[in-house]
């Protein structure tokens, strides 16, 4: 299955989320450690919503609809190429176990009433050599789940931002 490339607008939205990324770790070095500790930083624009009672959570469907993305998000990656070597010696019960914490790591940081319970990202992924190109293709591949479960664009961007800061704990080649 061919995962569809980014729109343009799409690109621009994640090349921004990488550059902000960037220039955010150079700035909060020293915090980057503490928010390490709750494995998930969530954004002004999340808690915001979460005081007004629309939460990003409550936007991308609660419970079901993230699960929903999650799961068109695993076929995505199973079907890309690009990444799918990642997880293909990955018994079935590995990959329903990732797919449960992909799950609660959304729910979690989307301002929702789960609680994450995996390993911190930079102990997970340590030692695969995923390279920046490698997240990109993941990062690809999951707009492409949100947009096929009709996920707005402001819903979107909030969720990329808030799981944008994994990214350097993930690459390491």
């Known amino acids: 299955m061919a995962i569809p490339a980014l729109s343009p607008d799409d690109r621009a939205m994640v090349d921004q989320l990488v550059v902000r990324r960037r220039s955010i770790l150079l700035a909060a070095a020293g915090a980057s450690a503490a928010l390490g500790v709750f494995g998930f930083a969530r954004t002004r624009e999340i808690h915001a919503q979460q005081l007004t009672g629309n939460s990003l959570y409550d936007q991308l469907g609660g419970l079901a609809g993230i699960s929903g993305v999650m799961n068109d998000f695993i076929t995505n990656v199973a079907g ?11 018994p079935a019960l590995r990959i329903a176990r990732l797919k449960e914490l992909l799950i609660q790591q959304v ?6 009433p789960v609680e994450y319970t995996g390993g911190d990202m930079k102990s997970v992924h340590a030692g695969m050599g995923i390279t920046m190109q490698d997240f990109n293709a993941l990062v690809e591949d999951l707009v492409a789940a949100l947009d096929g479960n009709g996920v707005s664009p402001a819903a979107k961007r909030m969720l990329l931002g808030a799981l944008a800061p994994m990214a350097s704990d993930i690459v390491t080649a």
């Open 80 to 90: 890309d190429e690009r990444i799918n070597a990642y997880f293909a010696d990955l």
């Open 107 to 112: 729910a979690n940081a989307s301002g929702g």
